[in-house]
């Protein structure tokens, strides 16, 4: 269907506010899909939006239809229209109650992966959009105590095999950095080292992630690397030396694919320790399994 030209955009913009509001009465009257789209997407308080989303739901999961591999991507668009749009406005008006409708959708998501097909990755755009709002929510509640906001977002991660940790990366200073703090130490209390550690280098907190090293030796090569990086970055590029030889010969820094990674931040904290033979011999070594420029620069 064709847009409106300038002309009759601009005749619009010249008529009284009683006038369009008439003209939006009878094509509402005369049209009962017109009136359907208005009031769902104008005319909703934020309480009765949060209803529609919670009703969709619940009638969404308990279909008995499955969705296959060629569908789920329609189904998960739709998802997204009839949940996510919906809570981006509700979420500032009732950051509350929002907060509680996106709690129940994380935590029953395995409902959802029941009835459609998630090999294709279509997902993650629906789940990932409850997450966001979702943090959004509980940043607008940080009046309720720093605790309170951890022990939230903590009883979500503690059953949730979803989730992707990087989303904190974004979402540090909206939800402040006591907060992350706070849900890290109960990270660390459940024994999730690896939760706390890269929760911490997202604040860039050198002393709590060196403790882990010196003490618990945290087991995932991609966080020791990020670990050396830090160090570099806080002109601490002797000690990165000696956190990346710890896994120098570690496998599972190749079963990671992280081998050229590693030789790659240890060449550069060789250079920032003025050793730059070895960092070539490095760099030479890397250059030889993998023509990658990263080794000739």
């Known amino acids: 269907m ?7 955009l601009s005749l619009l913009k010249e008529m009284p506010a009683e006038q369009l509001m008439q003209i939006i009465c009878e094509i509402a009257d005369d049209n009962s899909q017109v009136k359907s789209f208005i009031i769902n997407q104008y ?36 998802l997204y229209k009839s949940i996510i749009l919906p809570l981006e406005k509700t979420v500032s008006a009732r950051p509350d109650k929002t907060e509680v409708c996106c709690h129940n959708l994380l935590i029953s998501f395995d409902k959802v992966s029941e009835i459609a097909d998630t090999s294709d990755g279509s997902w993650m755009n629906y789940y990932n959009g409850v997450v966001e709002i979702w943090l959004k929510s509980l940043a607008l509640q940080k009046n309720k105590g720093i605790d309170d906001i951890a022990d939230k977002i903590f009883s979500v991660l503690s059953g949730e095999v979803y989730f992707n940790f990087n989303i904190f990366d974004k979402y540090k200073k909206e939800l402040g950095y006591n907060v992350i703090r706070a849900l890290r130490e109960k990270l660390l209390d459940a024994g999730d080292v690896n939760s706390a550690v890269e929760l911490s280098l997202y604040i860039r907190d050198v002393d709590f992630i060196r403790q882990c090293f010196d003490k618990i030796k945290f087991n ?13 970055d806080e002109l601490c590029a002797g000690e990165a030396i000696l956190v990346l030889n710890q896994i120098k010969d570690d496998k599972t820094v190749d079963h990671a694919g992280l081998r050229d990674k590693w030789a790659e931040v240890f060449a550069l904290a060789l250079i920032e320790e003025g050793e730059v033979q070895q960092a070539k011999t490095i760099c030479l070594d890397g250059f030889k399994n993998r023509c990658d420029v990263v080794f000739y620069k």
Request: zero cysteines.
């Open 2 to 8: 064709a847009k409106l030209n300038k002309k009759q």
């Open 43 to 78: 005319l909703l308080t934020p309480e009765e939006l949060l209803k529609k989303v919670e009703s969709e739901y619940k009638r969404k999961i308990k279909s008995k239809r499955f969705y296959d591999y060629y569908e789920a991507a329609g189904f998960f668009e739709g």
């Open 220 to 232: 995932q090569p991609e966080y020791v690397i990020k670990f050396a990086e830090l160090l570099i």
